[in-house]
């Protein structure tokens, strides 16, 4: 059994920064795709980035330029670094696994889900 552990959220003004990481535990995660997901609050979960396991890298076009997704296989751990956010940004933000290597944003292709970390951008 996989399980994500989401943490570094939290509160920041618009135009600032926030570092989320997931840490994976149950099985080693090289192989497969990962991907960042939100879900702001009345809103359906979105997409957000992901990374494949040859380490093709998808954003959405909302975040792209400012977002930035990475994975460091030998811990486990997948990160989003965020840059100049934005009020809109503000949202739960889930970090999941795909059950192959080159998904990309559909959700339906993500297996196991974080709990997921908060991010609010004040304006």
């Known amino acids: 059994q996989v399980q994500l552990v989401e943490s570094g959220g939290g509160l920041v003004q618009a135009g600032g920064s926030l570092s989320v990481s997931c840490v994976a535990s149950?099985?080693?995660?090289?192989?497969?795709?990962m991907g960042w997901f939100r879900q702001a609050p009345g809103k359906e979960r979105e997409f957000v980035a992901a990374?494949?396991?040859?380490?093709?890298?998808y954003y959405a076009d909302s975040v792209k330029g400012r977002f930035t997704i990475s994975r460091a296989n030998a811990k486990n751990t997948v990160y989003l670094q965020m840059n100049s956010l934005k009020p809109e940004d503000t949202a739960v933000y889930y970090c999941?696994?795909?059950?192959?290597?080159?998904?990309?944003?559909?959700?339906?292709?993500?297996?196991?889900w974080g709990q997921g970390t908060q991010v609010t951008v004040s304006s």
């Open positions: 149950g099985r080693s995660l090289s192989r497969y795709a």
């Open positions: 999941a696994v795909a059950r192959y290597s080159s998904a990309r944003s559909d959700q339906s292709d993500y297996d196991y």
């Open positions: 990374i494949t396991g040859n380490s093709y890298i």
